[in-house]
């Protein structure tokens, strides 16, 4: 469901479906400020954030944040640090490094699997309650009748 909602970037209000919390002059803009920071860092791969920020005035905050939604990846030798959330070690694009990345899929499918165990468990006593509640009906009516 669309719902009104204030643009991230430049606070006015809009229209919001899906998808980053923008209005569409500002995710045309965010676009227009990804590909700068795309194409600099390919032809500087050594560049630092300083760097890239001053020379394609998108701020050092959205240039993290496109490095985090892994849409855009650093050298390995560039002096960008960008570092896993869970173990601190230096990655290249993303939120977590190959290692925790699986680890954390693999935590989420268990707790996945516990959660869906829980609710079948719930749902199956519910469906006992019920049973039982109609066999309630079955003898009242049974003897109503007679
Ligand atoms: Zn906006
Ligand atoms: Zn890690």
Same mark, same amino acid.
């Given at each position: 469901m669309p719902e009104l909602k204030n643009c991230k970037r430049c606070k006015k209000i809009f229209?919001? +479906? @899906?998808?980053?919390?923008?209005? =569409?002059?500002?995710?045309?803009? $965010?676009? $227009?400020?990804f590909e700068k920071v795309r194409k600099f860092l390919r032809d500087y791969p050594g560049a630092t954030i300083q760097e890239v920020s001053r020379a394609t005035e998108v701020s050092a905050q959205l240039i993290?944040?496109?490095?985090? =939604?892994?849409?855009?990846? @650093? +050298?390995a030798d560039s002096p960008i640090a960008l570092l896993c959330e869970n173990c601190g070690v230096r990655i290249t694009?993303?939120?977590?490094c190959v290692n925790c990345s699986k680890?954390? +899929?693999? $935590?989420?499918m268990a707790t996945g699997k516990s959660l869906?165990?829980?609710?079948?468990q719930r749902r199956s006593s519910i469906g006992d309650e019920k049973a039982r509640g109609l066999r309630y009906l079955d003898e009242y009516r049974r003897d109503k009748s007679r």
């Open positions: 229209m919001h +479906a @899906v998808g980053p919390q923008l209005c =569409d002059l500002c995710k045309q803009k $965010e676009e $227009e400020d993290y944040r496109f490095l985090r =939604d892994g849409r855009i990846e @650093v +050298a694009s993303g939120r977590f680890k954390l +899929a693999n $935590e989420m869906r165990d829980s609710m079948n």
